[in-house]
């Protein structure tokens, strides 16, 4: 019964995620990988898109916060890159014990170590929606030392993993996340099960891109 009431709120959530582009402005997709094809910037965002979503960024936030931190710190400073293949963020990753897949996590810790080892001089924020959140929960808190030093802030929006991991990352600086619950969002409080509440966080966007700037400026 939970699968399915899972299986029935991802499709509302990827209806629901058409009219999201209200806040998408021309130059913002689904997709970016600008730290895989581009040139190093000072910033680098690595985004976690949630279930079903499409590309590698989704449409409910991470677009969003990838304009605005181009907003704030100028889009010659950022370069905003998704996390892609192999995470395909599948419905019925969420149940397994750390919420996703080690391959799914693999596929973030592979763009950290890329970040490092290409641009050893980029600031790296990150984020996470949904599934995505536990695809960064696991990702970050493994990475080695000197790399985990380089991710100077992380957002995560519909925590899937609040409940089990306290509201925070292990092992990495709570002064250095920022946890979005919206009210009435299940997910934050163990639960699979999706409500409308869940479908909101795109209207965080601004305050998140705003704690990631002021973390790296």
């Excluded at 913002?28 to 979503?53: M, P, Y």
């Excluded at 599948?90 to 996590?105: E, H, W």
């Excluded at 920022?178 to 909101?200: M, N, R």
Aim: hydrophobic share 40%.
């Amino acid at each position: 019964m939970k699968f399915q009431s899972l299986a029935i709120a991802a499709f509302i959530c990827t209806v629901a995620a058409t009219p999201v582009p209200n806040r998408l402005e021309a130059r913002q997709t689904d997709e970016s990988d600008e730290l895989v094809n581009g040139a190093c910037k000072a910033v680098t965002f690595i985004f976690a898109r949630g279930s079903t979503e499409s590309g590698n960024m989704g449409t409910i936030v991470g677009p969003q916060v990838c304009s605005d931190l181009k907003t704030t710190l100028g889009a010659d400073v950022v370069a905003c890159q998704g996390v892609g293949s192999p995470y395909d963020a599948t419905l019925a990753d969420n149940f397994l014990p750390q919420n996703t897949s080690p391959t799914d996590i693999g596929a973030a810790t592979t763009l950290f170590d890329l970040a490092n080892s290409k641009c050893p001089d980029t600031k790296i924020v990150a984020g996470g929606y949904s599934q995505g959140t536990a695809v960064m929960d696991g990702s970050i808190q493994a990475l080695p030392a000197a790399i985990m030093s380089q991710v100077k802030g992380v957002v995560l929006f519909g925590f899937t993993r609040n409940a089990q991991d306290g509201g925070r990352i292990p092992n990495y600086p709570t002064s250095q996340t920022k946890v979005y619950c919206a009210v009435g969002d299940l997910v934050c409080d163990d639960s699979l099960v999706i409500t409308a509440a869940h479908l909101t966080y795109g209207v965080d966007a601004p305050d998140a891109a705003s704690f990631l700037s002021g973390l790296v400026q």
